[in-house]
């Protein structure tokens, strides 16, 4: 086993990794930027080592500084979270070569499943259905249009090195076709500095469904079944939850067998997700391969007793999986939401500032993976998520219930935060029959985004008040003059 393992991310799913390190025996190192002094992942773990100023440019995305600090202090591998260095085939090259193990997949299986025209090949290889497109990239202006006649209008252009949603333009008649496909051109060079485009059939309204799977480096693979991701806003996932709401086991026979051979097409191991497209008829399409632990990995975790995080851990040591596909049955129901702050009334604008009072859910089939704690910053310098509220229970009608429970104990103060826009989708009957799809949220926003009078300000200005009677002026200026960067006492004055 190893000794001491390096954390390159921050947040809750640093902490989360700490605690599987913790339960395991191995040291936990973990580095934070200025931003971050306030967070819970340097309180956690066993070291903190500082990293640099707030820009992940400067801190968790420099390379040199996370593999020299590895090296430093003996460090025997490398946990990359999800985001960050966790999908760059550069970073873990090197630290292949530098003799320190990297806790996810080969360099090899990232940069193939990198090159989305290179995925799309390999899976039309290995009998896995991709959508109706091409698997090359359009060689000129005649050659897409001919694909496009081919499997029919509207068509989604994509960029081969995009992928999560950037580089994508849906184009409805030949007559558009030019100006879209030259507007893609530029946008990849410009974003990836690679102009390769594909075509493929837009698919529309379906379901955004995952399948986890998982292997080892002995060619042991398995699946850990289904999750659900369809509520989502502008490729930012909301709630997620597994099983899917789909409900039919010759579908979900169907799509585990696909994501299997689709891990084995490109020698995997590590924990990682195929991600497809499922439309009305259940017909289901490869999208992408996500080679690393995401975020919504909780949901798989609750429905199968499977602790993927350690799993991955025993299987960057070399260890074989812990179970075999046999072992494993869906087990009750889970639901995840993702808790930020935003403003949902307000565009989703991110609040930044201090969490000056906080008081997390508990209770019956209750988790909560959060990254912060009264007195923690949220910075502008990254994603805006809290925590990750997941609650478990034996039907899908329970644990809904039991999430609103949940979300009713939860108490942030000090930045706007979604939860009263997560308990209307909770509370929503389209929701609540599994009549989703990925337009839900953007399709029914208005009625969402209507919150009974302004609860997040009015439970801010309480909580700036009762703070101000108990005399705990802790970053309250009290000779008239306000902290600016105190999101909540701008609020208040607003
Ligand atoms: C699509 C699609 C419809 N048809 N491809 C967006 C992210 C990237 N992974 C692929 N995406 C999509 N590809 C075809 N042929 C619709 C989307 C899509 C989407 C997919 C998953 C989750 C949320 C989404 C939101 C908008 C569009």
Known sequence: MFKKILIANRGEIAVRIIRACRELGITSAAVYSEADQTSDHVKYADEAYFIGEGRASQSYLNKDKIINL????????????????????????????????????????????????????????????????????????????????????????????????????????????????????????????????????????????????????????????????????????????????????????????????????????????????????????????????????PVTELITDIDLVKEQISIAVGNKLSFKQSDLRISGHAIECRIYAEDPENNFLPSTGKIFDYRIPSGPGVRVDGGFSTGSEISVHYDPMISKLICYASTRDEAVERMLRALSEYHIAGVVNNIPFLKNILADENFRSGNININYVENNLEKLTREEENRNQIENAAAVLSVILKNQPDSITLNGKTKSSSNWLRQIHE
Request: overall charge negative; hydrophobic content about 35%.
């Open 70 to 297: 590895a090296k430093k202090i003996n460090a025997d591998a490398i946990h990359p979270g999800y985001g960050f260095f966790s999908e760059n085939a550069n970073f873990i090259s090197e630290v292949e070569s530098s003799g320190i193990e990297f806790i996810g997949p080969s360099s090899s299986s990232v940069k193939m499943m990198g090159s989305k025209t290179a995925a799309r090949s390999l899976m039309k290889k290995h009998g896995v259905p991709i959508v109706p497109g091409s698997t090359e990239a359009i060689k000129n202006l005649e050659d897409g249009l001919k694909t496009a006649e081919e499997i029919g209008f509207p068509v989604l252009l994509k960029a081969s090195a995009g992928g999560g949603g950037k580089g994508m333009r849906k184009v409805f008649s030949p007559e558009e076709f030019q100006n879209s496909f030259e507007a893609i051109q530029r946008e990849a060079l410009k974003a990836f500095a690679d102009d390769s485009v594909y075509i493929e059939k837009y698919i529309e309204n379906p379901r955004h469904i995952e399948v986890q799977v998982i292997a080892d480096k002995h060619g042991n693979y398995a699946h850990l079944f289904e999750r659900e991701c369809s509520i989502q806003r502008r490729h930012q996932k909301i709630i997620e939850e597994a099983p899917s709401s789909f409900g039919d086991e010759a579908t979900r026979a169907k799509i585990t067998e696909a994501a299997v051979n689709a891990a084995k097409a490109c020698g995997y191991y590590n924990a990682g997700t195929i991600e497809l497209l499922m439309d009305a008829d259940k017909n289901f399409y490869f999208l992408e391969m996500n080679t690393r632990l995401q975020v919504e990995h």
